[in-house]
């Protein structure tokens, strides 16, 4: 049961992982592009953030692997 649990877990923190990767911006292109902001300091800002709830979900995402490895 706690396997089951801990792999539906997983799969969340996998899709959150995916969709916070694909909206860090590229190369030439900006959070300010996406979201209309047309402040530096503001997106500047909404980078940061995204980088540190990105960290955050892999942190996650490494420790329920460890867990499910674990456990099995």
Known sequence: M???VL???QLAI???LVVLVLL???K???MSSVTGFSFAAQASVMERNLTR?????????????F???WRL
Do not use: K, M, Q
């Open 67 to 69: 867990a499910l490895d």
């Open 53 to 65: 709830y990105t960290i955050i979900a892999a942190v996650a995402l490494f420790v329920t692997t």
């Open 2 to 4: 706690l396997n089951a």
């Open 24 to 26: 860090h911006s590229g």
């Open 28 to 30: 030439d292109a900006g």
């Open 7 to 9: 792999i539906a877990i």
């Open 14 to 16: 996998c899709v959150l």
